[in-house]
Nanobody, 115 residues
């Protein structure tokens, strides 16, 4: 069964940093393109970072230069290192394949950026 389990969200001040983790199961993780998505209150879910099985990364303009996605195939885990956090980064963060497998979203992890 496909599952994604996110963790690492927290309350942080503007300018702070966080690292999110996501353990995936039920997929051939080694070759699966993976993505981090986020959904802010009242907004649609959006893809903010992705990484191919070969390690090629892409970022949305809103996080480019501040977020770094990485993966550890030995642990079936994808990470999102976030720095210089802004209030606009407040959202629930999810991981999934890219493109996403609908119906298999995890519970997400809440990131709140506030002073």
């Amino acid at each position: 069964q496909v599952q994604f389990e996110e963790s690492g969200g927290d309350l942080v001040q503007p300018g702070g940093s966080l690292r999110l983790s996501c353990v995936a199961s039920g997929i051939f993780f080694r070759i699966a393109p993976m993505g981090w998505y986020r959904q802010a209150p009242g907004k649609a879910r959006e893809l903010v970072a992705s990484i191919t099985g070969a390690g090629i990364t892409k970022y949305s303009d809103s996080v480019k230069g501040r977020f770094t996605i990485s993966r550890d195939s030995a642990k079936n885990t994808v990470y999102l290192q976030m720095k210089s956090l802004e209030s606009e980064d407040t959202a629930v963060y999810y991981c999934n394949t890219d493109p996403a497998r609908g119906g298999f979203w995890g519970q997400g992890t809440q990131v709140t950026v506030t002073s």
